[in-house]
T-cell receptor
């Protein structure tokens, strides 16, 4: 079955520290991969997406993610965390191309402390 | 374009009542999705439409749930009768082939 796994439901970092949020997927066909961010009482906002072009994808707010086929991973990183990065982050995958049937991971709540 | 607009933002209703959630998608985005978000189950895809036609409703939990898209600018998700376990945040999302946009959600509480 196709699935997305986010390792760690809660991640806490210091302001200025590296942010690493992990995402692994299972698929027998090339996936499209996405990271979304959700701030409290808000909808989901697209951070970045991988659609079979460059494996290192840069998104908004200084985030980037690298698609590693051999590891079936699409981890999200940011070199230096800001307080405003505190939110919930969702990895999502589409196996039928484009945005059809996005399947979401369980989410990772990022806390940033001074 | 104001983005995907959902109404109401909050809904509190009594068990057994009918609830209708509304979504106005973005013009020109021919896919529309309804998701449900709960602490226990995360984000679940309930149903999606392409060009107003339902494509996959396998995520609709029970016959109490129904969704319609009578035209390209409007969709509804109806729960009849509602139950406390339906309490969740319901999101509508609209997409083209290259981008998906979510509404701010409707927080439903069934008491």
């Amino acid at each position: 079955a196709q699935s997305v796994t986010q390792l760690g439901s809660h991640v806490s970092v210091s302001e200025g520290a590296l942010v690493l949020l992990r995402c692994n997927y299972s698929s027998s066909v090339p996936p499209y991969l996405f990271w979304y961010v959700q701030y409290p009482n808000q909808g989901l906002q697209l951070l970045l997406k991988y659609t079979s072009a460059a494996t290192l994808v840069k998104g908004i707010n200084g985030f980037e993610a690298e698609f590693k086929k051999s590891e079936t991973s699409f981890h999200l990183t940011k070199p230096s965390a800001h307080m405003s990065d505190a939110a919930e982050y969702f990895c999502a995958v589409s196996f039928s191309g484009g945005y059809n049937k996005l399947i979401f991971g369980a989410g990772t709540r990022l806390a940033v402390h001074p | 374009d104001a983005g995907v607009i959902q109404s109401p933002r909050h809904e509190v209703t009594e068990m057994g009542q009918e609830v209708t959630l509304r979504c106005k998608p973005i013009s020109g985005h021919d896919y529309l999705f309804w998701y449900r978000q709960t602490m226990m189950r995360g984000l679940e895809l309930l149903i999606y439409f392409n060009n107003n036609v339902p494509i996959d409703d396998s995520g609709m939990p029970e016959d109490r749930f129904s969704a319609k898209m009578p035209n390209a600018s409007f969709s509804t998700l109806k729960i009849q009768p509602s139950e406390p376990r339906d309490s969740a945040v319901y999101f509508c999302a609209a997409s083209s082939r290259t981008e998906a946009f979510f509404g701010q959600g409707t927080r439903l509480t069934v008491v």
